[in-house]
């Protein structure tokens, strides 16, 4: 069987990329929705219209069966998803692909590869699926370096132990999450660990990004699903002893989940793995008033129900997904469980939203809003994908904040966005917000947002109000990032949010672990004896 290719340019495979009439469609929908004018269709590149610069090193023999140069691979490691890289990739520019694409298949490769870019004196970029909205795999190294080489993780991908007493598996961190499922089946295990980059991001990209699952209000976060690591750096191995649990000083584990590639790459861990629930059952809770909506959730966790799922989204952006037609926003509520039926813990969780003004389906029939949710919240990217070939501007940004504060926190970071779409493109733009993961103590604010954009002129756009909702973000007392992680994108807003002591210890850690700094450059770690280069 031939493998299906991934897009060199965009989100999923090849045979996913959206039809001129459909990308239209979709950009038609939301103008009529939001009053934004669409431009004219670009068609999305391909690969015998890019020009890529010649690679500046040469592969040595003993590593021809692991790295590649060909125009395909380089392209394909050149940019993650975020908004300036489909705006570039529209535009086809390539400049900044790596000279090399490694595909190693053990830990014993990497350790190679990592001693031919130290003889060559090149830039290292740890490479997962290329799901960063943030800039976290781009080769924007700096100039001291004599090149970049992108290393994919993706041949090192299964399912090597599984631990059915402990509940737990040891695996390989290129594993894509559909692969990592598949693996563990056979034993009745799951990791239930669901970005939305489900599809088309790895285990070991989800450890170094900190990633936050969608299915997951008690386990949201990778973080608490580690058990062990192992790590190669250009200063050795580290493999952290697997454990329950541990007070034995500060975490290794924890110094490298969140590390973005910047400290090693992760080369397999030990996860904590569950039963493949048996009984599920979800509700659609619907709310006239955002405030209540959120006292609800509040409340529910406060109390100690845990549902699998609880999300909240709003009127508008219901509206625009066309899961309602905009009259109520809802709080989308799950539960599951592998050994009894979870019937009386969505009774609870109903009668606690009802007691805040919620309103719900109580008939035998099952609401299916929540299942035209997760169709279009799986369709997203790819919708997305339509926005930008039609010169609508689509994006979001995401970020936590504590329940006391989240009111006028909300109204702030939007009237800010608005203001700031406003003022760099001079037309109105749409801004809509959801709460995409909850806890006791405050919830995660994921605003989207739309804007009319001038030819040649997105890049700028979108920097302007990029900055202006980040610095927003920073000033009402929000972090920059709840899960999409750091890059180079919010780079300078991690510097204000981070104690500085902390960012020096930091520092020092990487250049012990990484002495000539060559681990993906200016992403955690400021550059400091070469300027990173900016976006065109």
């Not at 080489?149 to 631990?163: K, L």
């Not at 285990?203 to 900190?210: E, F, N, S």
């Amino acid at each position: 069987m031939t493998e299906k290719k991934l897009k060199f340019w965009g989100w999923g495979y090849d045979d996913q990329t959206l039809t001129e009439v459909e990308a239209k469609g979709i950009a038609a929908h939301i103008s009529k929705s939001t009053g934004i004018d669409s431009n004219d269709y670009i068609a999305p590149p391909q690969i015998h219209e890019i020009c890529l610069p010649k690679a500046k090193i040469s592969i040595p023999n003993e590593l021809k069966n692991l790295v590649s140069q060909n125009d395909y691979d380089r392209a394909a490691h050149t940019y993650g998803k975020s908004y300036p890289d489909y705006i570039r990739a529209f535009n086809r520019n390539f400049e900044s692909c790596p000279d090399a694409v490694a595909f190693p298949t053990s830990a014993e490769d990497i350790i190679k590869i990592l001693e031919w870019s130290d003889k060559e004196n090149t830039a290292v970029i740890p490479y997962g699926c290329g799901s960063s909205v943030v800039g976290g795999v781009e080769p924007r190294i700096g100039n001291n370096f004599s090149g970049v080489i992108t290393i994919d993780m993706r041949r090192m991908n299964r399912v090597i132990e599984v631990d059915k007493i402990s509940k737990a598996a040891r695996i390989q961190a290129g594993a894509l999450g559909p692969q990592l499922e598949d693996g563990l089946r056979p034993s009745g295990l799951t990791l239930r660990h669901f970005p939305q980059s489900f599809e088309f991001s790895t285990l070991g990209g989800w450890i170094a990004t900190r990633s936050g699952g969608h299915f997951a209000t008690l386990y949201t976060h990778i973080d608490e699903l580690v058990e062990s690591l192992s790590t190669v750096t250009p200063a050795g191995t580290i493999v952290s002893r697997r454990l329950p649990g541990s007070g034995a000083g500060p975490s290794p584990d924890r110094l490298m989940i969140g590390s973005e590639g910047a400290l090693g790459l992760i080369t397999e861990a030990w996860v904590r793995v569950h039963e493949r629930p048996k009984y599920r059952q979800s509700s659609v809770i619907r709310f006239k008033e955002m405030q209540a909506a959120g006292d609800a959730l509040r409340t529910l966790l406060q109390t100690g129900i845990w549902p699998t799922n609880a999300r909240f989204v709003d009127s508008e952006e219901s509206r625009l997904s066309g899961v309602n037609d905009g009259s109520y926003h809802m709080v989308l509520l799950g539960f599951e469980s592998a050994s009894q039926p979870t019937d009386s813990l969505m009774k609870l969780a109903q009668e606690c939203m009802a007691d805040h003004g919620g309103q719900f389906n109580a008939a035998a029939e099952r609401d299916k809003t929540a299942d035209s949710w997760r169709e279009a919240f799986i369709k997203a990217p790819f919708r997305r994908e339509g926005l930008i070939a039609n010169g609508i501007m689509h994006d979001t940004f995401e970020t936590s904040i504590t329940w006391d504060r989240l009111a006028i926190f909300h109204k702030e970071i939007k009237l800010a966005t608005e203001n700031a779409i406003l003022k760099a493109t001079g037309k109105p733009g749409h801004v809509t917000c959801r709460f995409t993961h909850a806890y006791p103590d405050g919830t995660s604010p994921y605003f989207t947002f739309h804007a009319q954009t001038k030819p040649g002129h997105e890049l700028d756009q979108w920097r302007a109000i990029k900055t202006a909702a980040s610095d927003a973000l920073i000033k009402a007392g929000g972090t920059i990032t709840h899960h999409h992680a750091v890059g180079r994108d919010h780079m300078t807003w991690y510097e204000k949010q981070r104690p500085r002591l902390f960012g020096e210890a930091l520092a020092a850690a990487k250049t012990k672990l990484d002495p000539a700094g060559r681990l993906n450059p200016g992403v955690l770690v400021p550059l400091e004896n070469g300027r990173e280069i900016s976006l065109p």
